[in-house]
């Protein structure tokens, strides 16, 4: 069906037909499942990491954690690409041959600052538009790759202008989010020459652990390790490092905003945030290439509903509403309203309050219905969180501390 509003975007005067990229990972590891992704309508794909080294994987490699129907955060341990690099070469050069109008980018990997200047020489001559430097694999073998160099602002400055001295190409610096500050490597990829910033990669993680054999999962032989952690669970981590980035005042550049987005309205909120364009890996792991026609639609109905002409015209409004916790308003309360009609007797607002906030609901047993006491409620909000029913609890009255 045609979209109602035209979703295109450029970054680093790259033309994209819509925001929505595929990440470096297993869903683009090859020719076949990028052009099949192409056809479903992805504007373009950052190619699974490709170098001199070539990955021997652990198997299993995954694990996930479950919240109803659908994992809520995923585990790998997967490193780069396992294949031979001229055979890469060859499948992103076939790729741009066959998708002229696609943004075929090149995740590249080196070890030292010859290999990094030598894959941004290969991947500009086999045609691709744009390249990613992978600093940030949280489970490669070496100290010299992954996300240790991320954490490192000097090797990101190296290995950025490397890359620049290697192609002519945009650059984007790909960064972790296992560390404190993300500006300080962001800042060193700028100043080296980097041309745009990929974010986030993968969180380190340990998720479940076997009960029986003492063992984390994935097992493998007995053993398991640290590895990235992806998906919703990580969204808001993904969330505040943009904001963070974006509100630096020494930083310029754009960014590629990824981790964890499921549907419009997570791409919609990296959107307000600063991101230009928009990553997607394990929420096409779990459900396939046919998202990106739900995330198109989406945006396109909510650009409508909001009268916003193009993708740009939403990029970072929501900046200006995020501020340091110092500049808050602390001199209202918003006191809960409880609508009796929708509310279906549950209990839970009670017991939240009773238990985690400040035991100002009043719990009628005849009726099963709440009731405040304004004397004891601080308007924390916490019945409007854990109210099973959308609507039934909204903010109220508002009034001044001081009035108290
Ligand atoms: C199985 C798997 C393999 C990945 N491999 C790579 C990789 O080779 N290069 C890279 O830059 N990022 C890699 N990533 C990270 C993703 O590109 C992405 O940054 C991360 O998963 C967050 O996005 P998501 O929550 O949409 O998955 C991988 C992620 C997963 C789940
Ligand atoms: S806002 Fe907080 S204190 Fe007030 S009723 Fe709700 S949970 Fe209780
Ligand atoms: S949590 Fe909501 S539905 Fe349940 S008792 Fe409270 S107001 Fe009613």
Redesign the pocket.
Known sequence: MPLIKDLSIEMNGVRCENPFFL????VSSNYEMCARAFDAGWAGVVY??IGFFIANEVSPRFDHVRDGSGWSG?K?M?Q?SDKPLERNLEMLARLKRDYPEKVVVA?IMGSNEQEWQELARLSEEAGVDILEC?F??PQMTSDAMGSDVGQNDDLVARYTAAVKRGSSLPVWA?MTPNIGQMEIPALAAQKAGANGIAA???VKSLTGIDLNSFTPEPQIRGKSSIS?Y??RA?KPIALRFIAQLMQHPEFRLPISG????YTWEDAVHFLLLGSRTL?????V?EHGYRIVEDLKSGLSHYMQDKGFERVEDMVGLSLQNTVAAEELNRDRIIYPHFDHKSCIGCGQCHLSCQDGAHQAIHWDHQSRKPTLDKAKCPGCHLCLNVCPVAGCITPGEVISKQAC
């Not at 990824?258 to 987005?261: D, E, F, K, L, M």
Request: aromatic content about 4%; proline content about 3%.
């Open positions: 990440s470096s990972s297993p699974k990491t995923f790998n997967e780069i995740s992978n940030s694999c790909k986030i990669n993968t990235g992806s998906g990580i990824q981790g964890g987005i990553q997607v890996t394990t929420s792991m």
